[in-house]
């Protein structure tokens, strides 16, 4: 960072340029030249995951300062990989919320984060890819709102049947179509399940960019799916969603506010924050939980963004959820 080396990671640190507190890294100090924001980009990485791999990551990127949070319990060299360690709150101050535990590293070095809630802002021209897309897959002006069965984890993943009624009880109840999305790995399986489905139902599942994705996140009138990345573009776009959470911990991980609904099932051992059950990556929460309970978050859902969508954009700081 132009031979700057930061002393303290307490709010403001001491520039040894500068010989006095300040901000250089990413802003124009007084005294020197301007510190352009990309070059200190390219220059400082945060490590916001508790594990070796994201250490490792850092340390090859050529950082010359690599920030994390310390941990105690991983192998001892992981801490060594980083120039700077946020010493973790105490466990009764602990905030569970894990957004607000990487904003603290964010913090750490004095990067302004405010809120916890994260915004995406959609383009123009992102708006109008997303337009084309509505239009070559003859996708109307009907409402319908968007599905994302799909997790990079199986264990997290609902059955396909039941999504099969979902997607039906969405149609015959509220006339709602279902727009699938997803990755281009998962594609086949989505067609599979599209194949089952009665009703009207696109799959826009490896058809999207990920800037695209959140377009079209913005436009659906409620996101539904698993816990993974979708409800998280959606929620940071302004859109409702509802979410099935198993072995994940919800009040960790749902998106912020009371348009955001979460589904828990009503097993004791949940959240277990296990791979699966005994580390099987089969979630028996998850096989057990009937379409009922969720029809009955949906309809909850559907009756505030129908006929009109309502204000989403002021999010209150809890999540709702359901232990259903």
């Known amino acids: 960072m132009h031979g700057v080396k930061i002393i303290s990671l307490n709010g403001l640190y001491y ?9 250089c890294c990413h802003v124009k100090c007084e005294d020197e030249e301007a510190y352009v924001l990309i070059d200190a980009l390219v220059r400082l990485v945060f490590d916001l995951r508790a594990d070796d791999r994201g250490a490792i990551m850092a340390y090859l990127s050529g950082a010359s300062v690599r920030v994390a949070q310390y ?11 980083f120039t700077h360690l946020v010493l973790p709150l105490p466990v009764k101050e602990k905030n569970r919320r894990a957004a607000e535990q990487s904003l603290r590293i964010v913090r750490g070095v004095g990067i302004d984060a405010e809120t916890t809630v994260p915004r995406l802002w959609i383009t123009e021209q992102t708006g109008k890819q997303v337009r084309r897309l509505l239009d070559a897959e003859k996708i109307g002006a009907a409402p319908w709102i968007t599905l994302n069965p799909f997790s990079r984890w199986r264990y997290k993943e609902w ?14 109840e509220f006339h709602v179509a279902t727009v699938v999305v997803g990755v281009e790995a998962e594609r086949a399986r989505a067609a599979e399940l599209v194949k089952a489905c009665r009703g009207t139902v696109y799959n826009l599942v490896g058809k999207t960019t990920l800037i695209e994705l959140a377009g079209l996140l913005q436009l659906s009138r409620l996101h539904l799916g698993v816990d993974s990345a979708a409800p998280h573009i959606a929620a940071a776009v302004g859109t409702p969603t509802i979410t099935i959470y198993g072995p994940s911990d919800w009040r960790e991980w749902a998106p912020i506010g009371e348009h955001h609904r979460c589904v828990v099932p009503p097993m004791e051992c949940v959240p277990c924050r296990q791979k699966g059950c005994n580390g099987t990556e089969q979630s028996r929460c998850l096989e057990t939980l009937g379409i009922g309970k969720v029809q009955e978050v949906i309809r909850e859902a559907l009756g505030q963004v129908f006929p009109a969508r309502g204000d989403v954009t002021a999010l209150p700081s809890q999540p709702q959820y359901q232990r259903l």
């Not at 520039?15 to 901000?23: D, K, S, T």
């Not at 941990?71 to 990989?81: E, K």
């Not at 059955?159 to 015959?172: C, R, S, T």
């Open 15 to 23: 520039c040894e340029n500068c010989q006095r507190q300040c901000r």
């Open 71 to 81: 941990y105690c319990g991983l192998p001892f060299w992981r801490n060594r990989l």
């Open 159 to 172: 059955g396909y049947n039941k999504w099969v009624q979902i997607i039906a009880y969405l149609w015959d």
